[in-house]
């Protein structure tokens, strides 16, 4: 029967979405088998370069190479499986080997590769494991567990509701690689490769959320001190007789110096929020089950590991609680300046006010002198004029004449400065 129907194009990312779920599957293991897992930090710009090195390393055993652009890869090289994935900020490679000497960490996988090519893989180890899976009807001896590791707690629990038992030391073992033992009583292939990967999940989202911890370490003193500077700030906001523009400088670069602290440090500290939620999640997927005297991982990690992981939330929670007091204050402070601006603003206003004030009397009182200078010289003027004319025969008095012009006179000189005043403010205007 054919269920097919025309439908609209599909979406360019429908197939890569869809099938993503499916990209990184986990590989199938048959006890006795062993692994390496190794996690490297990389820049994120290495992608091409790590996938140039697998093909280097599929063309000296001649396998296909891993297609470009893709996050994940895996292979069958004969001796060895790989599975290589490429994460946010690291990568990481798996090495599989379904078979196994008598002392499980006698001889390992990595002889099978190429020891230049192991030697130039890009980035920085952050996270190596050498594990076994190791097949067990029945309960292993502890001292031949031990035997696997160096001196030191040894911790581990049944896992998969009892199908197996997985133990470890979280150490470092004197040939560079911590180190992970199962003992399978009923696991199926699929299963072993799913608890195998959950086990290395733990150790490197472990190691990756530690980051932040160094960060938090040298970011508390910094916090300390601009706590105490901050509270310096404040206390000196309740003085009236102190330099508000110099508080102001001081708090301004006080929140440059902590916005930059946040800035450079945010990414980290939310990185390893998300780390830690995915180590307890694998943790309860591994469904442990407490061996009498025996540490499970859940209590060795909830008690090695959560007391750093909350140095690190403790420090970003003060970070942002003292960049939003800055920012309160700054708020506070900079309401004082304006309010201090806004009352030398009015004085000045208001002396500015009684300055224009006096100079409308002085304007007045220069007007009125100038009137009566112009008047008195105009008046002077006319009397020469009314001399003359009697000289020249015709009978008047000029002083008369001169003293009946002088109101004339005046009035006309007081309308001239009037509109000269006039035609001086159109002007400016």
């Known amino acids: 029967m054919n269920l097919s129907a025309p439908l609209p194009d599909s979406h360019t990312l429908r197939d890569q979405l869809h099938n993503e779920v499916h990209a990184r599957q986990t590989i199938k293991i048959k006890s006795p088998s062993q692994a390496t897992h190794i996690a490297l930090i990389h820049d994120g710009d290495q992608k091409d370069k790590e996938l140039n090195h697998l093909a280097t390393l599929c063309q000296a055993f001649n396998r296909p190479s891993p297609e470009k652009d893709t996050l994940h890869f895996s292979d069958d090289f004969g001796s060895f499986q790989l599975q290589w994935q490429q994460h946010g900020e690291y990568s990481t490679y798996t090495f599989y080997r379904h078979r196994l000497n008598s002392h499980p960490f006698s001889e390992s996988i990595l002889r099978e590769i190429p020891e230049e090519w192991l030697k130039s893989i890009p980035g920085k180890v952050m996270v190596a494991i050498h594990a076994a899976i190791i097949k067990s009807e029945s309960a292993p001896d502890f001292q031949d567990i031990a035997s696997h590791f160096s001196d030191g707690a040894l911790v581990g629990a049944e896992v998969a509701s ?190 500015m006010d009684k300055r224009a004030n006096l100079q409308l009397h002085l304007q007045s009182t220069v007007e009125g002198l100038s009137v009566a200078a112009i008047s008195y010289y105009t008046v002077g003027l006319f009397n020469y004029l009314a001399k003359a004319i009697k000289a020249s025969g015709i009978p008047f008095n000029p002083s008369l004449v001169t003293g009946l012009s002088i109101p004339i006179i005046i009035f006309f000189v007081y309308r001239g400065v009037g509109n000269i005043r006039k035609m001086v403010r159109k002007t400016h205007e």
């Open 162 to 351: 009892g199908a197996a038992l997985a133990f470890t030391d979280f150490k470092i073992q004197p040939d560079g690689f911590s180190r992970f033992v199962i003992y399978d009583r009923q696991l199926n292939s699929r299963q072993a490769g799913r608890y195998l990967q959950r086990l290395f999940d733990i150790e490197v989202f472990r190691i990756m959320s530690l980051q932040a911890y160094p960060v938090a370490q040298a970011l508390m003193p910094n916090l300390t001190r601009a706590d105490q500077d901050l509270l310096r700030i404040t206390t000196s906001m309740h003085q009236l007789d102190i330099d508000d523009s110099q508080l102001l400088d001081d708090l301004t670069a006080l929140a440059a110096e902590i916005e930059n602290s946040f800035s450079s440090t945010y990414t980290r500290f939310v990185k390893t929020a998300a780390y830690y939620q995915l180590v307890e999640q694998r943790i309860r997927e591994l469904k442990e089950v407490r061996i009498p005297g025996v540490q499970t991982i859940n209590e060795f990690l909830n008690r090695r590991l959560e007391p750093t992981i909350n140095t690190c939330v403790v420090t970003e929670k003060r970070l942002t609680m003292l960049s939003e007091r800055i920012s309160k204050a700054s708020q506070l402070l900079r309401t004082r300046v304006d309010i201090t601006l806004e009352r030398q603003n009015q004085s000045l206003l208001t002396s």
